[in-house]
């Protein structure tokens, strides 16, 4: 598809991950770099430079779907699974306080790179410091796995699947300390929270 249709391929696919769509974005750049190493009918740079970009383009659509539609079904399903106004207040705020390091290093771990944008958007997270950490995220995370696939060859991509699952397990292994920690300080949490943002939580300004 890359020899076919160029990059047009890995900007879609990185775009649509971006976006919260379940695509191989991380496969695709690689692959990309991998052909512009092997063949060298499309430069390394242009790869990055594509893979940043619709990194960039499609967290902010996700985002801002994120920040529209994801407040509203939020709002709206939320006390379903337990999302009630305290608990969403607790989200906002732990984005305030973390969600730059949410939104860069979310970049380099399979699942947080497809949702890290749209929580952020449902979370209210300040646009120009979205815009800033994901930007960063998006120029090193092509920088790095395009450069290294194109500068190692298949070694890299024989080590990019192993080190974007260890990345998961840590992941998950840092939400479940998190799930713990937030049971044994939700109440000061809350509190926080609540003191950072009083008032109904769908009336604060979108």
Not at 5 to 13: E, I, N, R, T
Not at 18 to 35: D, F, N, R, W
Not at 122 to 147: D, E, K, Q, T, Y
Request: hydrophobic letters at 55%; one cysteine or more.
């Amino acid at each position: 598809m890359i020899q076919a249709y160029g990059l047009w391929v890995l900007f879609a696919v990185v775009m649509l991950e971006s976006m919260g769509i379940a695509m191989p974005g991380e496969t695709a750049l690689v692959t990309a770099a991998l052909y512009a190493g092997s063949t060298h009918q499309i430069g390394i740079v242009s790869v990055v430079l594509v893979a940043a970009t619709a990194a960039m383009i499609g967290d902010n659509i996700g985002y801002l779907i994120g920040r529209s539609i994801g407040i509203r079904l939020v709002a709206r399903y939320g006390r379903y699974v337990r999302l009630n106004e305290l608990r969403l207040k607790v989200g906002q705020y732990l984005f305030l306080r973390h969600g730059g390091k949410i939104v860069f290093f979310g970049r380099f771990v399979a699942f947080l790179r497809t949702f890290a944008a749209l929580l952020a958007g449902v979370n209210r997270m300040s646009w120009p410091h979205f815009l800033i950490m994901n930007a960063l995220g998006g120029i090193c995370w092509a920088s790095l796995f395009g450069g290294g696939a194109y500068l190692f060859g298949e070694q890299m991509k024989r080590v990019a699947g192993p080190v974007s699952l260890l990345l998961l397990v840590a992941a998950i292994g840092l939400a479940a300390a998190g799930i713990f920690f937030f049971r044994h300080h939700e109440k000061e949490l809350e509190q926080r929270a609540e003191a950072a943002f009083p008032g109904p939580w769908l009336q604060r300004g979108f």
